[in-house]
């Protein structure tokens, strides 16, 4: 895991179905929080426990969860994650988020429910969440219409979700095959200009810090080759 400032890259590999998978969920920190953002696919209780605990976080000290979509694998620890703290870990996701979680309403792409989680506070466009020197919240529909990327204030680092991916360093648009409506993401995209980025830490593909602000506007612009 990478050590960016108050923010840590958790790298999660796993074996899904006998196919090598890795995403890269984060960790936002200070002396107050320890906020998990996304949760890997079900059944990751443990490696998330044993990648946290490598880095010096035990499961205790986790304090929140953001999810950032409702996708299976961002989604899928969540109720794991919420039973092994007794309730006790605070749960934030955008409102429209919050009945995929809590199994309300099929999840758009699997068409099934979710098991039942918790939302504790329903996130919205815009939202400056006071932790961890601040987190802004921006609503990036596209890839899901519920989708929502993370501005971390102090590192200048964005958390993209699957808003953005990328490949061996290069910031790539959302994967067109699980993106249902890309010109909406590519507009959410436009919006990503307006920040001052350092390092984006994309879920499938890792950290970005390489001409970031010339790559958003090449994707913006539908120029998607590599360099
Ligand atoms: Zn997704």
């Given at each position: 895991m ?13 074996n ?9 969920a ?24 044993n990648t ?14 953001i ?5 299976q ?19 934030m ?7 995929y979680?809590?199994?309300e ?5 699997s ?15 815009g ?7 601040g ?10 219409e519920?989708?929502?990327?993370l ?48 390092t ?17 506007a ?10």
């Amino acid at each position: 895991m990478a050590a960016l400032n108050g923010i840590k890259v958790v790298k999660l590999e796993m074996n899904a179905g006998g196919n090598p998978f890795v995403v890269h969920a984060s960790l936002l920190f200070d002396e107050h929080e320890a906020i998990l953002v996304d949760t890997g696919i079900p059944g990751q209780l443990e490696l998330i426990r044993n990648t946290l605990a490598e880095e010096s976080f035990p499961f205790e000290k986790l304090t929140k969860i953001i999810i950032t979509h409702q996708d299976q694998d961002h989604i899928g620890s969540l109720p794991e994650l919420v039973a092994a703290s007794e309730g006790r870990l605070v749960v934030m996701a955008h409102e429209l988020t919050k009945p995929y979680i809590l199994g309300e309403v099929p999840l758009v792409k699997s068409k099934v429910l979710a098991t039942p989680s918790k939302v504790d506070v329903t996130l919205q466009d815009g939202d400056v969440l006071p932790y961890c020197g601040g987190i802004q919240v921006i609503f990036s529909p596209g890839h899901t219409e519920d989708h929502i990327c993370l501005y971390h204030k102090p590192s200048k680092t964005l958390i993209s979700g699957d808003a953005l991916m990328s490949q061996d360093g290069v910031l790539m648009p959302p994967n067109s095959s699980f993106t249902l409506d890309m010109n909406t993401a590519l507009k959410s995209v436009a919006k990503l200009l307006e920040l001052d980025i350092e390092t984006i830490i994309t879920y499938h593909g890792g950290v970005c810090t390489d001409r970031i602000k010339e790559r958003l506007a090449e994707i913006v612009d539908g120029k998607n080759t590599m360099k």
